[in-house]
Structures are given as C-alpha cells and as structure tokens.
C-alpha cells in the first residue's frame, strides 16, 4: 500500500473496546511507548488494564527473536478485568517483533509494521525466508505497512540530532500514529517529553517533532481511512491514576506505617520482578523510610528482624529463588514472634525459571518451606491496585499477632497497571499497636506471656527501662521465654504458635461468593488470577451459563466459612498458574472433590480459555 | 531486676552500674574452664564504663558457644540463627540509632556461615562492635575443624588432617575495609578491657578478635601467646614495636613492605616499625597480621586499625533528614495522588 497524503477530514468510528500489542526491539522504546499511550487512555476516562510482557535479558541482540520486547493495552468504555486475550491492533517494529506475536492476532486484525526494518538483514535473524509484507503470507490482516523510520527520519530533518538519534524517535512517531487511531489526548505526552528531556533540547525537539508528525500523517495520509473513538467508561466517581502492582505495594507499606504509627524498614536484595518495591520506597526517605540494600537475601530478611527487635515496621521483599533463602530467617521470626513482613512476587520456576513471568506456584514453599512446625499467615493480592489493601491488612495482621506474614503477588501484577480509585487515606485503619513500657510491679517481665484473645506475646522494645529480656531460636518457657527443653514444654509452645495463627480467621472476613444464583459450579481463584478468571464467567454467564465465584485473599488462615462455602456446589473449579497447589490444599482440608485448571506457561491465564474451562464443567 | 539504671537517660553521668548489674538471672553454662568465663567477666566488668542504662545496650549472636552469651547480659538480647547475626544487628543498628549494639560470634559462625555479612557490615562501617571469639574449632557440633583450624588439624571430621587453609581473622577484617579491628586474649582481662574500650570509642563497626581456649576440643590453641608472654606482640600507636621478655626483639619491615621479626641489638632500635593505628592505608596494619597467620609463635596483639570514616547509620540518618528538610514530611494523600491523575464524576 502507498501512501500519499490529502487533508480530508475522515470519519470517525466508534468501539467499545480495543485490544493494542506494542512489540518491537528490547532498544525500541515499546515498554515507554505503551506507558504513554495509557497514559493518555487513563487521561481519556477509559477502563484500562495492561500486560508489559519483556524478556529477562536488557539488549539480546537487536532483531533477535529473544529480543523481542511487547506491551499490551485493553481499553474500552465498560469495566474490565483482563489486558485482553489477543490483539486487535498489533504494531510490530521488525521482523522479529512481528514473527513472534502474529500468531496472536486474529484474522481480520488491523496490523502497523515498520516497513523499514523489513531488510534482509533483519529478515534472516527473525527466521524469514521471504519478506511476509511481500509475499502475501498478511493476506487475512488489515496490513498497514508504514515506513517508520524513513518518515521519522525526514520530520527530523534540520534538528541537531545524530542520525541514530532521529532514527531512535521512530518509536514517537509510531505513538503519534496511533493517538490520532484512536483519538487519544496528546498534551500528557507532550509534556512529558518535556520533563524527560528537559536537559537535552535536541531530543526534546526530535521526539515532539516525530510525534507530532506520526500524528499528522494519521490524520492525512490515505492509508488510513477512519479513526476510531472509544468512550470513557462509567468507572465510579473520584480520583484516579495509573497504578501497577508494585508501586501499589510500596504505597501501601507507606500507608501501614503511617496508620501503624511505626517507621518502615524494606531490607532487600535485588531481584525480578520484586526490585520495583526496593526502587519505589527508596524515593520516599521523607516519609521515614529507611530501606537497606543488603548484601543478599537472607542479609535483607535478617536486617529486618533486627528492625523489628527495634520497633520498626520491617519488611523484607523478593521473589522465588530469594524466598527460598529467607526460609531460615523467617523460621526464626516465628520463634521470636516479632511482626515482620515477607513480600514474595511470584515468578515462573523452578530454579531461576523465568524471572519475568508470572507463576503462583510459591503458594506450598511460604505455607511450609520451613523445618519443623513453623505457622505463617498468606495473604495474596488479587489485582494491581488490591495490593495496596493488602500491604495495609498483612501489616495489620503482623503488627497484631506478632508474627510474620507472608504476602504474595506476581510478575503480572507487579508490572500490570490498571485506573486505581485513590483511598481516602483519612478512612485508613487504625493499626497502632500497644507496646509494653512499664515494667510489672512484681519486677519480673515475661516475654512469652499472651494476650487471652490473640495469643500474641508483649513487644516490649530495647530502650525500655526495666524491660530488659533476652530472645531467640531456641525453645522457650511459656512465659518466661528462658530456654527449655521440656517436651511437654514444647508441644504446649508448638500448639500455641499454631493456634494463634488459626485464631486469626475470627478476625478476616468471611469468603464472599459471587453468586448469580441457582449456580451449582464454584469457581475458586486466589491471587493474581481474579481478573482473568472474573473475565471468563462474565463471558460463561453471558452465553447463559449459571457459574458462582469467590476469590481468596486469605491463604492461611483460610476465612471461616470456607468449607461452608465449598460444600454448597456440586462442583469446585479451580483454576491457577500452578500444578494444582490450593486444589491440594482444599481437598486435604475440607475433603472437597474440588479439580483443578492448571497452566504453567508464564502468562496470565486468557478468559477464553478459563469460559472454556467452565463450560466444560457446567 | 530493678538497679540503678532505670529510667535514666546518659546524659547526666549519673549511673551508677557495676558488672553484677550485667549478670543476669540465667545459669552459666558454658563447660568449666571454658575461656568464654573470662570474656563474660571482662564484658561484664567493662560494661558499666559505657555510661549507658542497661535498657539502651543490645547483645545479638548467632549460633554455637559464644553465641549463648546475650542470654548471660541483663541487658536487651537476641541468640539468633548461624551466622546471621551481623545482618540482624545492622537492622537494629541502623533503624535505632540510639541503642549500642554488640554482636558476639565464634570463628565457624563469623567467617564460615556468616562470612558474607561481617565483611558487608564491616566495609558499610555500621555502628555495631563485633567480638569474635576465636576458639579454632566447633565446639558445640562436638569438635570438627573451623575456618581458622591450622591445616593439618586432625578433627572428627577431618581424620587424616585438614586440607583446608585457614583464615587470619585481622586480616580478613582489613581486607574487608573495616575502620578498627583488633586482637586480644580472653584471659588478659586488663588487655582485652583496654581494647573493649577503645572498640565502643570507635564510631563505627569495631571488629574484635579474642582467642578464646575451648579446653574440651582444641586446648592450649593459643599457649604460644596465652601462656608464653614473650610471644605477645604488643601494638601500642606511636611506639616502635618490640616484644620478647625484656623488649630485645622487635618488628621491622622490608623493602618489599611486608614485615619481619628482628633482634633490636643487631638492626638498632631506629630500625624498627612504629605503630601507627590510624594510618590511612590499611597496608601496614595487614602486613603486622600477617606475621602469624596462626598464632604459634610471637603473634601482634592490640589495636591493628582505628580509623575515621563515614558511619553507616548516620549517613542514612543524614539522607532521611535531608529529605525532609527538602520536602517536608511524608505526605501519603499527597503520595498517592501524585503523576497523572483524573476525576470521574
């Protein structure tokens, strides 16, 4: 297709919702090219959710398969839960970006390609043995074979950039393209741009220019015949932003410190998809944060005990292979029953796996990689901006009881983003805590005495007058807390560490069924899978399908009506990112005949599949 | 449990603490004649010299027989697990930087398992003294060779002797960009007080090397210095070093800059090295450590290193006020609403 420009004033079409894919070179930019245009969606009052999917290596050779770095975007004017099963847009920067995502997109889907990356250089490394804009092998896509670079190049003319430079704006050019596409406010980037180049006018100049000029040729060239509008969505009134699930985390450790009344320590080591939370607090030094990069994981989770010992809201944050290497420190945190906070943003394994892939299969390593008989509550985040609420409840429940808490996230809501409705941070709870400060009139403080209702022990912090007392990893006297080897002794301690994590379950809210009614299939999610698994029986219920939904954010203590709610279906589905490890879990508990839907490929699960999945058993 | 030091702040020089204020309630139980009797004492008895309420003193260990030792302080203390202890109290340390805080280890917990976090917290120079006591062996596993067991050592574990080179203790301390570091002898109460002393003056990570007799595995490890005087290398700052029963032998140093030992009346007293602790380079102080690796002949004792630098815990202190002097204090609606945001109704 050629093009030439003319200056009609084209129609505009209207959508309810659409599905982009970003992909290109690791060097091409795609990563801040998505977070613009969703920006500028997020600006437009669209429902939004998106997927940045980027390999582990920063560069892998430019035009290389493994190089190939993509982002998503679902945007609509209606509610919804999912970045979206497949593109209907897919802009591919190069062979190798085109290569690896054209499997996704469905016949008939609109295709942009940077006609200028089609050399054979760049063929031959993406496995092409004829140029596909050529050889009619794009015959069942709406192709748009733009020549990107060339067009970028020659806006740029006049402007004080290196060649390679203006080459580089091409990815501004194609954002440009694609604000006029689908009618999206440019002011936001503009600005932005701004900001980001504040110190280098040239660029500054080249990256407006290129995308003013993307914009331009959108609207004039006759390749493109219509633009297309989406509608805002009828999100519920107030304010939002953009948030992904790490950043909601941090804000949310920031929140429980605050509403704890005790300042925050992040011991940390850095690691995907979990170095986010590190980054993100260590900007906020105005807030008390202190965070402590350590020398390694368990160096990380150890600082945060002794913060604890202190008196600080102590956070230790990583992932899998990390976990793994905490295990012994949290081992101890449960001994000493010091409230801690272990972040774990789940990724695809075993070993190093795939670090920037989503996976829930940590859930059995935090409930029972530890020797011996060592209780720790799991919480889990269901969405980017749910970790915000979790972060404050884990701290809630860790302050509380006295121990620490495991919460679990994932790589696909670290880095997912969706329109967060800001909390009123007045109606924040209360989460302070009752530390002991003068000693008893008998003279003698007991460390390992325990609240009647909660079991937790006094925390009585070094700095004290007359509190002095000596913790550790051994065995202790109830009471006293002086080391004891008394075999009664110890199975009177290893019971009131287990009962005290299981009383928390009267003090978390009851599992909450998402029942149509009449449904006799429960679908039972946790974690990072609600939105697609919601997206799915939204799909079942509108062919007609009678299907119920819950979704745990308690993994230990499960909510107290769990196993109510199990025995009431016919038939328990449950889908997740696993081999089947809350399916395990559930059955061994509530002796339910529950099956599992289980994938393992280090994507978010498609709706379509999970709708698929339900049919199946309705 | 009541004494003189609660409620009292240190300002006013007021405490009054002896060591039995230190002693607490729990029953000693390291094996008789273990040299951790004596460094217990010395602690004890140094303790009050801090002139700090015993509330504001943290002891943090790892595992194995030193380890036990917070449980003996009637102060704040944690046994941790192996190792670790470093790290435990770097977090202590730097979110409560009014608190001292001392980390007591053993030669297996230090540089074995938790050889990674001494020398991390040594070259962050966080503001905690570490009192390695050093025994050569594993005393509470039942005897097998250590990190710093001289090679050839013969051991539960190592039957035909070990094959493993050990660790100079000091030297790994100076290798690892530590601000002070010494070496003393637990039953030298009045030497190992002295350089407690001059540990709890430094700001910053102290690192304190004590050879400590384990008399049930590795008896009389540390006869040639523990028992045989002329063996001790004495360092004092600003003195020629000598040593030997009445002074006549002495350390000088080469033209390649390591050290050797040499008789006074042969070289003259004008060729020998004069300590200096404060020396900017640590060059010096590795070349003293390394003229015993193991002590089985005249051995340096003393104060190896003590020099300024930036303190770990301040610097953190001094970002997190700068950053509020900046800003002001952490506003979370502020936070949170921050970037691009919009209204919806």
Known sequence: MRYTQGAMAKPVEQRDGVIIRFAGDSGDGMQLTGDRFTSETALLGNDLSTLPDFPAEIRAPAGSLPGVSGFQLHFADHDILTPGDAPGVLVAMNPAALRTNLADLPKGGTLIVNRDAFNERNLRKAGYTSNPLEDGSLGEFQVHDVPLTTMTVEALRGIEVTPREAERSKNMFALGLMSWLFGRPTEGTISFLERKFARSPAILQANVTAFNAGYAFGETSEGFSVSYEVKPAPLRPGTYRQITGNTALAYGLIAASRQSGLPLFLGAYPITPASGILEELARHKSFGVRTFQAEDEIAAVGAAVGAAFGGSLAVSTSAGPGIVLKAETVGLAVALELPLLILDIQRAGPSTGMPTKPEQADLLLVLFGRNSESPVPVLAASTPGDCFEVAVEAARIALKYRTPVYLLSDAYLANGSEPWLLPDVNALPDISVELTVEPPVDGEFLPYTRDVDTLARPWALPGTPGLEHRIGGLEKEDGTGNVSYDPDNHDLMTRLRARKVAGIAADIPELEVDDPGGAELLVLGWGGTYGPIAAGIRRVREAGGSVAHAHLRYLNPFPRNTGEVLRRYDRVLVPELNLGQLLRLIRAEFLVDAVGYNRVRGVPFRSSELAEAIEAML | ?345
């Not at chain 2, 398992?113 to 050093?134: C, D, E, S, W, Y």
């Not at chain 2, 990570?205 to 006869?223: K, M």
């Not at chain 2, 070349?287 to 630098?309: C, N, Q, Y």
């Open chain 2, 1 to 345: 449990m009541t004494g003189g030091a609660r409620g009292e702040g240190n300002g006013g020089g007021l405490i009054q603490l002896t060591a039995k204020d230190f002693k607490s309630d729990q029953e000693v139980r390291w094996c008789p004649g273990c040299g951790d009797y004596a460094i217990l004492a010395a602690v004890q008895g140094f303790m009050p010299e801090l002139g700090l309420p015993r509330e504001r003193i943290v002891f943090i260990s790892g595992i194995g027989c030193a380890a036990r030792f917070p449980y003996y302080m009637q102060t704040y203390g944690m046994h941790s697990i192996h190792g670790r202890a470093p790290a435990i109290a770097t977090g202590l340390s730097v979110s409560r930087p009014d608190l001292s805080v001392w980390v007591v280890t053993g030669d297996g917990d230090a540089l074995s398992i938790g050889g990674n976090h001494l020398i991390h917290a040594l070259r962050r120079n966080v503001n905690v003294k570490i009192l390695l006591f050093n025994n050569q062996i594993y005393g509470l596993t039942k005897g097998q060779y250590s990190p710093t067991s001289e090679a050839g050592k013969v051991t539960k574990s190592t039957p035909m002797g070990s094959i493993d080179h050990p660790f100079n203790p000091v030297s790994i301390a100076l290798g690892a960009e530590a601000t002070f570091v010494a070496r003393t002898i637990d039953t030298d109460k009045k030497h190992l007080t002295a350089v407690l002393r001059k540990a709890a003056l430094h700001r910053g990570t102290a690192f304190v090397e004590i050879y400590q007799n384990c008399n049930i595995y590795n008896d009389g490890a540390f006869d040639a210095v523990r028992e045989q005087r002329e063996n001790r290398i004495l360092l004092e700052h600003g003195m020629p070093i000598r040593f030997g029963a009445d002074g006549e032998r002495g350390v000088a140093q080469r033209a390649d800059g390591t050290c050797e030992l040499v008789e006074v009346a042969a070289v003259g007293e004008g060729a020998l090295l004069r300590h200096d602790e404060h020396a900017v380079e640590p060059a010096l102080a590795f070349a003293l450590s390394r003229l015993a690796h193991t002590p089985h002949g005249p051995t340096p004792i003393g104060v190896f290193r003590d020099v300024e630098r930036p303190v770990y815990d301040e610097v953190m202190q001094a970002q997190l006020d700068a950053a509020t002097a900046q800003r002001g204090h952490g506003d979370l609606a502020a936070l949170i609403g921050s970037g691009d945001t919009w209204q919806i109704g």
